[in-house]
């Protein structure tokens, strides 16, 4: 069984409504019911100086038969217009809805396209905290720690506090 992994982010108008919302709209692509983390609200990384903090959180999945990682990201990208994202001007600008295709089982692709696994999922707080929820005891594709060991290796700083 193929598990693919989504991490969701917010910082536009009611981000916790937002991925609520968004969960409840990927169940549609999955043949199993989804993993949901808790919400996090998480300190902007790498974003413009004055960013809202994001609210964040991981679904796992079991794709429908015949989903590629590629299929399903265009799913993703669709959906993220559906909830208003715009074309970047600025880099990790604010947005009402960013959907990062973390994995997808043990799929691995380097295109311009897309990365798999994420490749900097590994070193995130914000995408590593909530999948420690869902799948602790998981192994990334290239890494050789599970997420709660990646996880409890990482320096101090970056802050997650769950919301829900």
């Known amino acids: 069984m193929i598990l693919a ?14 991925l609520r919302d968004a969960m409840a709209r990927l169940q549609q692509f999955s043949d199993k019911p989804i993993l949901k983390s808790s919400l996090w609200q998480t300190t ?7 960013s809202p903090k ?3 959180a991981v679904v796992g999945m079991v ?15 669709t959906l993220e217009k559906e909830f208003g994202r715009a074309p970047k001007k600025i880099l990790n600008e604010p947005r009402p ?5 973390i994995a997808f089982g043990h799929n691995t692709r380097k295109t311009p396209c897309l990365t798999l696994p994420h490749p900097r999922a590994h070193l995130r707080r914000f995408v590593l905290q909530p999948l420690s929820e869902i799948a ?3 192994v990334l594709p290239g890494q050789t720690k599970s997420v709660s060991q990646l996880l409890a290796a990482l320096p101090a700083g970056d802050l997650a506090e769950r919301l829900a």
């Open 5 to 18: 992994i989504i991490a969701l982010g917010a910082n536009l108008d009611d981000p916790a409504k937002t």
């Open 136 to 138: 602790p005891d998981l």
């Open 97 to 101: 809805l960013d959907l990062d295709l």
């Open 63 to 77: 794709p429908r038969k015949g989903e590629t990682p590629e299929s399903l990201l265009e799913k993703l990208q």
């Open 54 to 56: 994001f609210v964040n």
């Open 44 to 50: 902007p990384v790498d974003c413009p100086p004055g």
